[in-house]
């Protein structure tokens, strides 16, 4: 029987191979078989709780199963998952989830950086909350770290005092949240705010790469979507602060209004150093009211905002370049038949006068108001003193003109005001619109100058009126007068009255300059003369119905 042919050298390399190939593949698959069969993973529930509570100094109950996937990147599934609220707390428990799903890396662990690949988080339940001192329940404080034991002698420890200095880096590619829950309690006033979670996922672009923000939430029960782009999860947990900003790309939608946020933090981990470009397109402000319930939001609609904010170390920010646009908006609710119909606020910086433009329309007595206010800067807290806060404006109804000049030497307490008032008003019966409809007196060719000042810090007490001189149809006067609070002068009620009397004297009290004149057409005409009334003897008062709040 004759032998077979001896193989080619080449062809016996090549199966000597394949044999390596399928010996390397099938070894760590049937060493894996065998940890899986022998692996109980119920019995890491102490190791998984005893770390958890190591790193946050929290208890962690594991009251479900615990499941095990095992591969390259192993999956472990937690059910029934709470971790305990800090001492006092207003609950047991400060986070509980249903359901917990971690894809995890594992050769990164060699260099102690955690990979998580996929977290998946099921009706997860979140209280944030400070108690009455202020103290928030998310600062954890770690267990101590108990002493590493001695090497054996000879023996190389399994870390170096540096590799166990360096904290633990961790990185999540993708977050999956279903059906949670997220609510801030304050401790001190009890008032609690909601966000639900319908739908949350997050991808991160690469290791250090941008996080990707995609969502549908409610806050306090109004829905809003959450779409952007955000620096990545590992700067936040980073010790030292980078060079570059964290950057921010954020898009809000809810109730028909969108508002963008563009910009970048300086420091992250402390929400400090950022600085943020800010627009918003709001089709009717007033249907926001309950995601902003502490701001009186007035019922203006088709606004249009952008702005610059900065962190500036304070309560509030640093504004610039802002622009606020109004467009048509019903204001009944503030004067029966007013109806705005533009509105343009503009302000370089904060530290410069604002500028405003308005129109209206009340009833069919068009209205318009124009001119700058000061420096908003001077109002915030900390404001250094002694800066005047100037004002200078001028409004219009119909053919009336008003014009408010000057300024206040402490506008926070609402003192040292000097503003000189004009008014014209060629028929005060033609502003009846701005008095709800009612009847105003006969009185033509109106014309009022005085200086306004405050009686008391903040008007307490009343204002006086310096320089006062006032004609019109039904005479002229000239002097000073008081306009006093009742209550602040005893009299016991709470509506300001003009007087000149001993608890508000304070100047000479108005007079007629001279003989007042009654008179049913133009100015033209001397009194006494055909067509007119006797005049009035000087000593007399004036004649009834002549400007409001000027009579003694």
């Known amino acids: 029987?004759?032998?077979?042919?001896?193989?080619?050298?080449?062809?016996?390399?090549?199966?000597?191979?394949?044999?390596?190939?399928?010996?390397?593949?099938?070894?760590?698959?049937?060493?894996?078989?065998?940890?899986?069969?022998?692996?109980?993973?119920?019995?890491?529930?102490?190791?998984?709780?005893?770390?958890?509570?190591?790193?946050?100094?929290?208890?962690?109950?594991?009251?479900?199963?615990?499941?095990?996937?095992?591969?390259?990147?192993?999956?472990?599934?937690?059910?029934?998952?709470?971790?305990?609220?800090?001492?006092?707390?207003?609950?047991?428990?400060?986070?509980?989830?249903?359901?917990?799903?971690?894809?995890?890396?594992?050769?990164?662990?060699?260099?102690?950086?955690?990979?998580?690949?996929?977290?998946?988080?099921?009706?997860p339940d979140i209280l944030l909350e400070t108690d009455a001192e202020g103290r928030p329940n998310w600062a954890f404080t770690p267990a101590p770290a108990a002493a590493p034991a001695a090497p054996a002698d000879g023996a190389a420890p399994a870390t170096t005092p540096e590799e166990a200095a360096r904290p633990l880096a961790v990185a999540v590619e993708r977050l999956s949240i279903t059906e949670g829950r997220i609510a801030?309690?304050?401790?001190?006033?009890?008032?609690?705010?909601?966000?639900?979670?319908?739908?949350?996922?997050?991808?991160?672009?690469?290791?250090?790469?941008?996080?990707?923000?995609?969502?549908?939430?409610?806050?306090?029960?109004?829905?809003?979507?959450?779409?952007?782009?955000?620096?990545?999860?590992?700067?936040?947990?980073?010790?030292?602060?980078?060079?570059?900003?964290?950057?921010?790309?954020?898009?809000?939608?809810?109730?028909?209004?969108?508002?963008?946020?563009?910009?970048?933090?300086?420091?992250?981990?402390?929400?400090?150093?950022w600085q943020v470009a800010v627009t918003a397109a709001v089709p009717d402000l007033a249907r926001l009211a309950p995601l902003l319930p502490d701001a009186p939001l007035p019922p203006l609609r088709d606004l249009a905002l952008s702005a610059r904010l900065a962190e500036a170390g304070g309560a509030w920010p640093e504004v610039a370049d802002l622009r606020l646009t109004a467009g048509e908006s019903d204001l009944n609710a503030l004067l029966?038949?007013?109806?705005?119909?533009?509105?343009?606020?503009?302000?370089?910086?904060?530290?410069?006068?604002?500028?405003?433009?308005?129109?209206?329309?009340?009833?069919?007595?068009?209205?318009r108001l124009a001119g700058t206010l000061g420096a908003p800067a001077l109002l915030l807290p900390g404001a250094a003193a002694g800066q005047n806060f100037p004002l200078d404006l001028t409004a219009g109804a119909g053919e009336a003109t008003a014009s408010l000049r000057g300024g206040i030497a402490d506008p926070r307490?609402?003192?040292?005001?000097?503003?000189?008032?004009?008014?014209?008003?060629?028929?005060?019966?033609?502003?009846?619109?701005?008095?709800?409809?009612?009847?105003?007196?006969?009185?033509?060719?109106?014309?009022?100058?005085?200086?306004?000042?405050?009686?008391?810090?903040g008007f307490q007490g009343g204002a006086f009126l310096r320089g006062l001189r006032a004609a019109s149809s039904a005479g002229d006067l000239a002097g000073g007068s008081d306009l006093c609070d009742r209550a602040a002068a005893g009299g016991g009620g709470a509506a300001p009255v003009a007087t000149a009397g001993p608890r508000c004297a304070a100047g000479p009290g108005i007079r007629p300059a001279r003989r007042a004149r009654a008179r049913t057409g133009t100015r033209t005409g001397s009194p006494g003369r055909a067509g007119g009334r006797p005049s009035r003897d000087p000593g007399s008062p004036p004649a009834a119905g002549g400007p409001a709040g000027h009579r003694q």
């Not at 001492?87 to 594992?106: F, I, K, N």
């Not at 609690?192 to 941008?210: D, K, Q, V």
């Open 184 to 273: 801030y309690r304050d401790g001190q006033t009890g008032r609690t705010r909601a966000l639900t979670i319908s739908r949350l996922e997050t991808e991160e672009s690469g290791s250090g790469g941008p996080l990707r923000l995609d969502g549908a939430l409610a806050l306090d029960g109004v829905p809003f979507t959450l779409q952007g782009e955000t620096g990545s999860l590992a700067r936040l947990a980073a010790p030292e602060p980078d060079a570059a900003p964290w950057p921010l790309r954020l898009a809000l939608a809810a109730e028909g209004a969108r508002l963008t946020v563009e910009g970048g933090i300086a420091r992250p981990r402390e929400a400090k150093g």
């Open 336 to 367: 029966p038949g007013l109806r705005l119909q533009r509105l343009l606020v503009t302000l370089p910086r904060q530290d410069q006068p604002l500028a405003l433009e308005a129109a209206a329309q009340a009833g069919a007595l068009p209205l």
């Open 1 to 123: 029987m004759s032998k077979p042919p001896p193989q080619p050298p080449r062809r016996r390399w090549l199966r000597w191979l394949l044999i390596g190939l399928a010996v390397l593949l099938l070894l760590p698959v049937a060493a894996l078989a065998v940890l899986y069969a022998s692996f109980d993973p119920e019995a890491q529930k102490p190791r998984i709780a005893a770390a958890v509570e190591q790193a946050t100094g929290r208890r962690l109950t594991l009251a479900g199963p615990v499941g095990l996937k095992l591969s390259l990147v192993p999956t472990v599934t937690l059910q029934d998952v709470a971790l305990a609220n800090m001492p006092g707390g207003s609950r047991p428990e400060m986070a509980t989830a249903r359901r917990v799903e971690v894809q995890m890396a594992l050769l990164p662990l060699l260099s102690r950086r955690v990979e998580v690949r996929r977290l998946v988080l099921v009706a």
């Open 413 to 457: 307490g609402l003192s040292g005001i000097d503003l000189a008032l004009a008014l014209r008003v060629p028929d005060l019966a033609a502003l009846a619109p701005l008095a709800g409809g009612a009847a105003l007196p006969p009185l033509r060719d109106v014309a009022l100058d005085t200086r306004l000042a405050e009686r008391g810090p």
